[in-house]
C-alpha cells in the first residue's frame, strides 16, 4: 500500500506532463491566453450587427416622425401672425414684412426695365382675413375643408400671415390674377428666371401633392427670420 501511494504520488506529476502535451490542452491554453482578445473582436463584431439592426429601423422611425408629426393641417404648414410693427406699406392696401420690402419693390424695378410690369395682389393676411376668405368662399363654393384647402390656406396655416408672402399678378393681364394661366404670361416667365436675384420662391410648385399649383404666390427667404419660418416648408420639397 505504502509502495503504491508513493507510485502514484510520482504518477500524478507524470499524468499531468502527458495532459500537457495533449495537442487539445495546448489549444485549449492559447485559446484561454487569446481569450480576452477575441472576446474583444466579437463583442466589437456583435455591437456593430447590433447597431446596424437598430440604426435601419430608427433612421425610419425619426424620418417618420419628421413627416408625419409637422403639424400640417390639409396639407397646410402652420404660421405665426407677425406682430404689425413689423408691417409697411407698400401700396394703400398690400402690407408686407419691413424686411422684404426694398428688394420687392427693386425687383417690380428691374421687371420695369426688362418691359414686365408686375402687379401686387395680396401680401400679409391676418388669421382673422384669413378665417373670413377660407370659411366664406368654401361654404360659397360649396366645397368641403379638404378640397377648399387645396386653392386656399386654412385660418393660421398660411404664408400670408407671416408677411414674408406675396401674390403677384401681370398688369397687362389681369384676367390672369390667381390664375394657373398666370404662368403663360411674360410677368411669370420673367419671374421664374428672376426672382431668385431677389430672394423669392415660388412655394406652390406643380409638384406638391397636398396643395394646388399656384403660379402667382412667392415668398421671401432672403433674412434669418424668413428662413426659420420657411425651414420646414423647405425640408419637406426636399424629400
Ligand atoms: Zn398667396
Not at 426694398?102 to 395680396?122: P, T, W
Amino acid at each position: 500500500m505504502e509502495q503504491n501511494k508513493d507510485i502514484n504520488q510520482f504518477d500524478i506529476p507524470l499524468a499531468k506532463r502527458t495532459y500537457l502535451k495533449n495537442p487539445y490542452s495546448i489549444l485549449l491554453k492559447k485559446l484561454l491566453i487569446f481569450s480576452p482578445f477575441l472576446l474583444l473582436i466579437f463583442s466589437t463584431a456583435a455591437l456593430r450587427l447590433i447597431r446596424n439592426l437598430e440604426a435601419g429601423p430608427l433612421r425610419n422611425f425619426v424620418f417618420q416622425v419628421e413627416k408625419n408629426y409637422d403639424h400640417r393641417v390639409l396639407g397646410h404648414l402652420p404660421y405665426k401672425e407677425i406682430p404689425r410693427e413689423k408691417l409697411v406699406f407698400i401700396e394703400p392696401n398690400i402690407e408686407v414684412h419691413i424686411d422684404m420690402r426694398d428688394s420687392l419693390l427693386k425687383m417690380r424695378e428691374e421687371a420695369k426695365k426688362d418691359g414686365i410690369y408686375l402687379v401686387f395682389l395680396s401680401g400679409f393676411r391676418s388669421i382673422n382675413l384669413q378665417k373670413d376668405i377660407f370659411y366664406s368662399l368654401k361654404s360659397i363654393r360649396n366645397q368641403e375643408a379638404a378640397e377648399r384647402a387645396r386653392v386656399s390656406a386654412p385660418p393660421g396655416y398660411s404664408e400670408h400671415s407671416t408677411g414674408f408672402a406675396i401674390d403677384i399678378g401681370d398688369a397687362t393681364q389681369r384676367e390672369t390674377d390667381f390664375e394657373t394661366e398666370f404662368e403663360k404670361t411674360r410677368a411669370f416667365r420673367w419671374l421664374i428666371k428672376n426672382a431668385a436675384k431677389y430672394h423669392f420662391k415660388l412655394s406652390f410648385e406643380k409638384d406638391n401633392k397636398y396643395i394646388d399649383y399656384e403660379p402667382w404666390h412667392w415668398r421671401y427667404e432672403g433674412s434669418i427670420e424668413a428662413l426659420k419660418i420657411f425651414e420646414t416648408a423647405n425640408r419637406k420639397l426636399q424629400i
